[in-house]
């Protein structure tokens, strides 16, 4: 499937259709010491993070947390089955995965001299299964506290197994593309997760990041935070270390591209915008590779605009790109045909007036103009998920 109607995408958006989705809740922490709740926090990111990587649907944090603020339910607390099931069903999952953890001190005490260990950490998952309404099996994973990592991703590989038996990759394929990241890095990008301002989500962020190297979601978060900023230099240096692994690898590098375009790299942008079209054909990622084409000076740019526009036919800046792209390609009359669909969507719309009367007047580029900025119209949403939801509802009708 490579275009989307923009109605349909704003319906999966609401409801995700009927496509199967996997809510993985924070586990309880079972011992005595609140300092550890972070664990729970964790083991849920990282086994969502595992089994979205591996093209599952999950249930993102932030619709985990409004569900959870509507049915009143405090941090850290220990759910009772029918909030669980609760939780699930108001976020249109079709499994739930949660489950508890414990530390036992290390041998001769917590505080027994040059410990070895802060501990050993056991983990025991379970599935539960909402639309069959049934209990799914119930598996353990533990290890020390210092390999939490470690632990996580076993745990997100067996749940993998569970959910997806016939797709998922080996034990051994899955492991080695995720090495284990160190526990205080592990520690510190969750605490940014749950810290409550932006100065403290920066500051754990970047302690994550440097912690390990190879841990690119904090280097995801951090990217996001400069991209929001618009310090477009510092934003790329951190999307650019985003894994392939990692389920945000698309979206970092739709991000980057819109980074390297706005710092003036538009050959970077062009292939960052390349591999994401490559997987999610979205019309957003269509048209800004055409953008980045068209500043490039590049003829494939109007075959890139004109993708876009097929995806959806309503959105103004589509017409008026491909537009612009025929009026500098000396292509007057396909270009007053897309100007005017531009202003019959958008009549207000100055520079498609503008272009239009310079379309008719067969008026193309002057030298000047053609060393200036172009006007090509960047979109700066990106909706991965919405596609991959419906791509998901409609394999499996045809399934």
């Known amino acids: 499937m490579k275009r989307m109607l923009p ?18 809740l ?40 409004e569900v959870f ?37 290390p041998e001769g005490g917590a505080g027994g001299p040059a410990a070895a260990s802060r ?12 639309r069959q309404m049934r209990r799914g099996p119930e598996y353990v994973e533990s ?13 997100g590989w067996q749940t993998l197994q569970f959910l997806a038996p016939h797709t998922s990759p080996s034990e051994q ?3 080695s593309a995720r090495p284990p990241v160190r526990v205080d890095a592990m520690e510190n990008y969750v605490r940014g997760l749950l810290a409550t301002n932006a100065e403290q989500q920066h500051r754990f962020f970047t302690q994550a990041a440097r912690l390990d190297e190879r841990f690119s979601q904090p280097r995801y978060q951090l990217g996001k935070i400069y991209w929001k900023k618009k310090e477009y230099r510092v934003a790329a240096g951190w999307l650019v270390g985003v894994r392939r692994s990692d389920s945000h690898y698309l979206e970092a590098q739709f991000y980057l591209g819109l980074s390297k375009y706005y710092g003036g790299d538009f050959a970077g942008a062009e292939q960052c915008f390349r591999t994401v079209a490559a997987s999610v054909p979205l019309n957003e990622v269509w048209n800004n590779l055409g953008a980045a084409q068209a500043r490039q ?32 390609a000396g ?45 090509e119209r960047l979109k700066t949403d990106y909706e991965e998920r919405a596609y991959r939801a419906l791509k998901a509802e409609l394999e499996g009708k045809r399934n």
Do not use: M
């Open 7 to 24: 109605l349909l995408l704003a319906f999966v958006c609401a409801s995700l259709l009927r496509a199967d989705t996997v809510l993985v």
């Open 26 to 65: 924070p586990f309880f922490n079972q011992t005595e010491s609140a300092n550890l709740d972070w664990i729970g926090e964790s083991i849920a990111e990282n086994v969502g993070e595992a089994l979205a990587s591996e093209g599952l649907l999950t249930i993102d944090r932030e619709d985990r947390l």
């Open 69 to 105: 603020r509507r049915l009143s339910v405090r941090p850290n607390a220990i759910l009772t089955r029918a909030t669980i099931i609760k939780a699930g069903q108001g976020l249109d999952a079709s499994k739930v995965v949660w489950g508890y953890y414990e530390l036992a001190p």
């Open 119 to 130: 501990g050993s950490l056991r983990v025991n998952a379970r599935l539960l299964d909402l």
């Open 143 to 155: 290890g020390a506290l210092e390999d939490l990592g470690a632990i996580e991703t076993r745990l």
């Open 173 to 175: 394929e899955f492991l």
């Open 297 to 328: 000076a590049r003829g494939e740019a109007i075959e890139s605009f004109r993708k876009a526009l097929e995806g959806d036919d309503a959105d103004p800046d589509y017409h008026f790109n491909i537009g612009y792209a025929r009026w500098k």
């Open 331 to 375: 292509q007057f009359d396909a270009a007053v045909e897309s100007f005017r669909a531009a202003l019959e969507r958008n009549p207000e719309d100055a520079e498609a007036t503008t272009y239009l009367g310079r379309a008719l007047k067969k008026d193309g580029p002057r030298p000047a103009e053609a060393k200036s900025g172009g006007l």
